[in-house]
C-alpha cells in the first residue's frame, strides 16, 4: 500500500467525530498489468474482481509534498482546504455518489473525539467533514466543474446523487451544534419556502398581466373620461350594464364619441375602424420591437422550450430575468392587439422564470439542475393556475404535459404552489370572486344519455379540427424557419396585425375580445337577455297531453348569429394557423378554446332544434317533463375541450381544467368523452400534439418518456464512431498537456472516455470537456511548473521516474462509473436507459474493452430514423 496525502493535509489533524484523518490512501495500480487472472481481471477494467478487504485504510502520512499538488484556488491563506477525495478512503471501485462530489471542496472542521466510521462496500462518504457541492457555504475546488454548456444535456444521475450526498452530510451535521440543527431545518424547508415566493410571484405577474391586457384591449374601442386607468367592464360596472352593446354603458365613451361625434353612424363607425387598427399595429409593433432588441426567448408560447428544459435541457437565457420582463410586457401589448392568440401558455413560462430566479435564492436548488427542475414543474403548474384560475388542473397539467421527472414531493409542493398563486390572484382582481372562475355555467340541468353521441362526435371533429391545425402550422413555421420571411419578424407581425384588425373588426364576433365571446358561447339564454343575438328565441307552451311544457324556437338573429359565428370560425382558424409562431408572446389555449365553442354552440343549437322539431321520439320521452332539456351552451364547453384537447392531445388535466373553468363539475362524463374521441382520433391521424411538434421542429433533443421503441437493433448499431472508425480517447498517465489541449482543439466531442493505454482499451472513466478545459486552464494559472510538456495523471500514483516537468493530476475530475454497456445490448434497452436515468451519454465496451460512445443525440437521430424521419433535424445534444 502506498500512501499520497492531499496538498494541505498534513497541516490539519481530523480530530472529529466520524472522521478518522486528513490522509487519502490509494491502491498502487500498476500500468496495464493485471492483479488477477484473465483479461477481465485487470484493476482498471470496469469489472475488476478486486476484493473490497484489500482496500483498507492506512494511517501512514506521507513527508514530502514534491508528491502532492494542489490545483484548487486558495480564497485565504489560513483556509484549509482538502482536494478531491480528501477525508475519505478509496476502494477499487469508487462509489459513483464519491466521485461525484469530487469537485466540491471539503473543509476541515475540528472536533474532539475520533472514531473511525464503518464502510459499506460501496464507500461512505461521511467519513470526513465535507462541505459538499449544493451547500450554502460551498466554493467549487474549479470555477465552473460541474455545470453545463448551452444548449447541452443534464447529467439527472449525478445531479441528484450528488444532492443524497449533500443532504446526509447535512443531517450528520445536526449533531454537532444548535446552529447546525437550525441549518439542516432551514435546508429541509428551503423547498417549500422557494415554492411559496414562486406562488406569490406568479400572482402578482398575472394580476398585472390582466389588468394590464384587458385595459389596453378596450382602449382600442374608447376610454372612460371619469377615470381613465378604468377599462370598460369597470367604467360600466357600478350601474351593472352589459359590455356586448357599447351603446348601452353610457359612462364609457368610444373615440368618436372622444372627438364629438354620435356613438352611431357611418363616420363614427369609420373613425372607430381606423383607431382601433392603429392601436392595434402600435401595440404589436411595440411588443415585436421589445422582444428582438432585449428578449428573443420572449417570443411563442414557451411551452415547448419548457419541456425541453424540464426534461434536462440547458438553454441559457431563456428562463432569465430580461425574457421575464420583455415576456410579461410584450404578452400585454400582443393580446391588447387583439391578435388571434392567448397568454395562458406564455403565464406557464412567465411562471418558470420566476421559478427559476428565485430557485437561485437557494444553493440546493440553484446549483444542482436535476433539483432545479423540482422548482420549475412546481411554477408551470402556477401559470396555468393563474392562467386559468384551476390550481388542480395547473398540477395534472404539469405532470401529464410538461414534466419529465415528477417525483411525489413535487406533486405537493406544486398543489401548494398553484394554490398560493391563485389565491393571490384572487386578491388582486378588481371584482374578486367574480372573476375567480373564467367562463362560469349557470345552468345545472342533466344531459340525457343520447347526448353522449354529439359529445362524441365533438371530439371526432376536435381531433380532426386540431390535427389540422398542427400540420398547417408546423408547414407555415416550417416555411418561415427556411425562407427569407424569418428575417423579418417585425415586419410580419405586424402584416398579421394589420389583416387581423381589417377582416375581424366587421364582425362582432370577431372584434371583441375572444374571452367575452367564449363567455358569450358557453352562457345560458335567459327569457330577458336581449343584448345577446344568440338568445333571440321565441317561447312558447305546447301541451304533451297531460301538461304544458315551455319550448323555444330560435329568432332570425339565432340565424344571422350563426352565420357570423361559421365566418369567425374560419377565419379565426386561419389566423391562428399564420399568428402562432411569429415573434411575439403567444398563447394557444383561448384561440383552440374558442374554435371548439364556436362548433360545440352551432351543433348544440342544432340538437336544440331536433328535440324541438321531434319531441316525441322515443330517446326523448319522458326526459323533457319541463323545459327544452338540451343546452346549447354545455356544447360549446364539450366542443372547446375537443378542439385543445386535438390540438395539445392532453386528457386528465384537460377535463379537470375545463371543469374549473365552468364550474361546470356534473358535466364531467361528456368531457372525458369529448375529450377521449379527440384524442383517439388525433392520435390516429398525427402522432405528435402541437408543442411535441414544435420541439421536433426546432430540433431539441427530447426523449418522449411516453412513446415506445419497437426496433430490433443493438447498441453497436448506433454507437460512435462506427466499426474500423477512430476513438478519441485519452489515456491515464501518458498524453501530455499539449496532446489533450490538441485533441479538444481538433474534436468537439463533449467528453471523452479515459483508458489505460491506446493499445489496451480498457474503460478507466469518462471526463468532461467542459471539466478539461477549466481544469487546465486553471492549473496553467496557479501552479507553478505546469507546462504543455506536463504529463496529465488520471490515476492517484505518480510515475516512479519522472523527470520532466511535474504532472498535473486531474483524478478528481474524472467520473470512474460511467454508465457502460455491451455492444450486444438491445438499443430497447438503451432507449429506456435513456429515458428512466436521464443519461447525457453511455459507453459501449465488449470483454470491458472500449468500442465507443452513444450520446442522447445519438439516440434520438436513430428513433427518428428507425421511424423514416429525416435524422438531421436533431441539432442539439
Not at 629 to 654: D, K, N
Request: hydrophobic content about 40%; aromatic content about 10%.
Amino acid at each position: 500500500m502506498d500512501t499520497l496525502p492531499l496538498k494541505g493535509s498534513r497541516e490539519a489533524a481530523a480530530e472529529g467525530n466520524n472522521y478518522i484523518t486528513a490522509y487519502q490512501t490509494v491502491m498502487k495500480k500498476s500500468n496495464g498489468h493485471s492483479t488477477g487472472s484473465g483479461e477481465g481481471d485487470h484493476p482498471l477494467a470496469p469489472h475488476s474482481k478486486l476484493s473490497y478487504a484489500a482496500a483498507t485504510t492506512s494511517l501512514t502520512a506521507a513527508t514530502d509534498d514534491e508528491d502532492m499538488i494542489d490545483i484548487t484556488p486558495r480564497s485565504s491563506p489560513g483556509e484549509l482546504i482538502v482536494g478531491a477525495g480528501g477525508y475519505r478512503r478509496e476502494t477499487a471501485t469508487e462509489s459513483d455518489t464519491e466521485r461525484d462530489f469530487a469537485p466540491s471542496q471539503r473543509t476541515i472542521h475540528h472536533h474532539q473525539h475520533q472514531h473511525v466510521p464503518t464502510h459499506s462496500a460501496f464507500g461512505d462518504p461521511m467519513d470526513g467533514a465535507l462541505s459538499f457541492y449544493g451547500s450554502s457555504d460551498v466554493q467549487d475546488d474549479i470555477p465552473g466543474i460541474g455545470q453545463y454548456e448551452d444548449f447541452h444535456t443534464i447529467d439527472w444521475q449525478r445531479d441528484i446523487a450528488r444532492d443524497r450526498m449533500r443532504h446526509r452530510y447535512i443531517v450528520k451535521k445536526r449533531q454537532d451544534s444548535f446552529w447546525d440543527l437550525i441549518k439542516g431545518a432551514i435546508d429541509a424547508g428551503s423547498g417549500w419556502l422557494c415554492v411559496l415566493l414562486v406562488g406569490i410571484a406568479a400572482g402578482c405577474v398575472a394580476g398585472m398581466v390582466d389588468i394590464g391586457a384587458s385595459w389596453m384591449s378596450d382602449l382600442k374601442h374608447g376610454i372612460c373620461p371619469t377615470a381613465f386607468w378604468f377599462n370598460r367592464e369597470q367604467c360600466c360596472y357600478p350601474a351593472k350594464q352589459s359590455v356586448f352593446e357599447e351603446g348601452n354603458c353610457s359612462t364609457w365613451k368610444t373615440w368618436p364619441e372622444i372627438l364629438g361625434l354620435s356613438r352611431t353612424g357611418t363616420g363614427p363607425y369609420i373613425i372607430s375602424y381606423i383607431w382601433y387598427i392603429l392601436w392595434a399595429l402600435l401595440f404589436a409593433s411595440l411588443s415585436a420591437s421589445l422582444v428582438r432588441m432585449f428578449a428573443p426567448y420572449a417570443c411563442g408560447s414557451g411551452i415547448p422550450e419548457i419541456k425541453t428544459i424540464l426534461s434536462g435541457f440547458i438553454i441559457r437565457g431563456y428562463l432569465g430575468k430580461w425574457t421575464l420582463l420583455i415576456k410579461s410586457v410584450g404578452l400585454m401589448l400582443s393580446v391588447s392587439a387583439g391578435l388571434t392568440l392567448g397568454k395562458e401558455g406564455p403565464m406557464v413560462h412567465i411562471a418558470s422564470c420566476i421559478g427559476n430566479i428565485f430557485s437561485h435564492l437557494f444553493p440546493k436548488y440553484g446549483r444542482n439542475e436535476a433539483k432545479k427542475r423540482e422548482i420549475l414543474s412546481a411554477a408551470s403548474a402556477a401559470g396555468v393556475s393563474v392562467a386559468f384560475g384551476a390550481p388542480i388542473g395547473g398540477v395534472l397539467f404539469s405532470l401529464e404535459e410538461v414534466s419529465y421527472y415528477f417525483p411525489l414531493k413535487t406533486l405537493w409542493r406544486s398543489f401548494f404552489c398553484a394554490l398560493i398563486a391563485a389565491f393571490v390572484l384572487r386578491s388582486l382582481t378588481p371584482f374578486g370572486n367574480e372573476h375567480s372562475v373564467l367562463f362560469f355555467v349557470e345552468y345545472n340541468k342533466p344531459w340525457i344519455f343520447f347526448e353522449l353521441i354529439p359529445f362524441v362526435f365533438l371530439g371526432i371533429m376536435g381531433g380532426v379540427i386540431g390535427t389540422f391545425f398542427i400540420k398547417a402550422n408546423l408547414w407555415w413555421c416550417r416555411y418561415r424557419k427556411f425562407s427569407k420571411l424569418g428575417q423579418y419578424p417585425v415586419s410580419e407581425v405586424l402584416f398579421v396585425t394589420l389583416v387581423t384588425g381589417v377582416i375581424c373588426y366587421p364582425n362582432p364576433f370577431t372584434r371583441m375580445n375572444m374571452n367575452e365571446l367564449i363567455f358569450l358561447l358557453v352562457s345560458k339564454c335567459s327569457s330577458g337577455d336581449l343584448t345577446n343575438p344568440l338568445c333571440d328565441y321565441k317561447r312558447m307552451n305546447i301541451s304533451t297531453g297531460t301538461s304544458f311544457i315551455e319550448v323555444t324556437e330560435p329568432g332570425p338573429g339565432v340565424y344571422r348569429s350563426i352565420w357570423l359565428l361559421v365566418l369567425t370560425f374560419i377565419l379565426k382558424l386561419a389566423l391562428t394557423i399564420f399568428t402562432f409562431g411569429i415573434k411575439v408572446p403567444s398563447g394557444l389555449f383561448i384561440p383552440s378554446l374558442l374554435l371548439g365553442a364556436i362548433m360545440g354552440r352551432i351543433v348544440g343549437i342544432g340538437v336544440e332544434q331536433f328535440a324541438y322539431s321531434y319531441p316525441n321520439i322515443w330517446f326523448f320521452t319522458g326526459e323533457c317533463a319541463d323545459s327544452n332539456l338540451i343546452t346549447p351552451g354545455l356544447y360549446a364547453v364539450v366542443g372547446a375541450a375537443a378542439v385543445l384537447g386535438g390540438v395539445t392531445r392532453m386528457t386528465v388535466s384537460l377535463v379537470v381544467i375545463m371543469f374549473e373553468l365552468t364550474g361546470g363539475v356534473r358535466y364531467i362524463v361528456p368531457l372525458m368523452a369529448a375529450a377521449m374521441a379527440s384524442k383517439w382520433v388525433g392520435d390516429a391521424l398525427g402522432r405528435q400534439g402541437i408543442y411535441d411538434a414544435h420541439i421536433a421542429l426546432n430540433g431539441y433533443p427530447f426523449l418522449d418518456s411516453k412513446e415506445e421503441f419497437a426496433h430490433t437493433t443493438l447498441a453497436a448499431d448506433v454507437m460512435q464512431p462506427k466499426r474500423n472508425e477512430t476513438l478519441n480517447v485519452i489515456t491515464q498517465d501518458s498524453m501530455t498537456v499539449d496532446d489533450v489541449e490538441n485533441l479538444l482543439k481538433e474534436t468537439e466531442h463533449n467528453g471523452y472516455p479515459v483508458v489505460v493505454s491506446r493499445e489496451n482499451q480498457y474503460l478507466v472513466g469518462f471526463v468532461l470537456r467542459r471539466d478539461l478545459n477549466l481544469a487546465i486552464g486553471n492549473a496553467k494559472r496557479l501552479i507553478e511548473g505546469i507546462n504543455s510538456n506536463s504529463i496529465v495523471l488520471f490515476t492517484s500514483t505518480t510515475p516512479t521516474q519522472n523527470l520532466g516537468p511535474s504532472p498535473l493530476k486531474l483524478k478528481k475530475i474524472l467520473d470512474m462509473a460511467p454508465i457502460t454497456v455491451t455492444d450486444q445490448t438491445p438499443m430497447e434497452t438503451v432507449v429506456d436507459m435513456f429515458r428512466k436515468l436521464g443519461l447525457r451519454q453511455t459507453l459501449v465496451t465488449h470483454n470491458g474493452r472500449l468500442l465507443g460512445v452513444i450520446t442522447k443525440k445519438d439516440v434520438l437521430r436513430h428513433v427518428k430514423q428507425m421511424d423514416n424521419e429525416d435524422p438531421n433535424t436533431v441539432l442539439f445534444n
